[in-house]
């Protein structure tokens, strides 16, 4: 049975609301990332990965306001 090394630590749950944030390069690595830098994310930067703490006020304070972008 072969075993895998992880690629990256994530910060699980330093941040009030976010489990985690990973922004995915596409190749297999990823950034950790907090509210600072999810709110700095643009779509061009690659795939945000956001694992929300569902029963946290700060998550929903986010998706009612955070997570909503200006074209």
């Known amino acids: 049975?072969?075993?895998t090394t992880p690629t990256a630590v994530l910060a699980y749950g330093r941040?009030?609301?976010l489990r985690?944030?990973?922004l995915l390069d596409g190749s297999g690595h990823g950034a950790d990332l907090d509210w600072r830098g999810v709110a700095r994310w643009h779509p061009g930067d690659g795939v945000l990965w956001?694992?929300?703490e569902r029963d946290d006020p700060a998550a929903a304070a986010w998706i009612n306001d955070g997570s909503i972008r200006v074209s």
Request: charged share 10%.
């Open 20 to 22: 985690f944030a990973c």
């Open 15 to 17: 941040e009030p609301g």
């Open 1 to 3: 049975m072969s075993q």
């Open 50 to 52: 956001i694992h929300l």
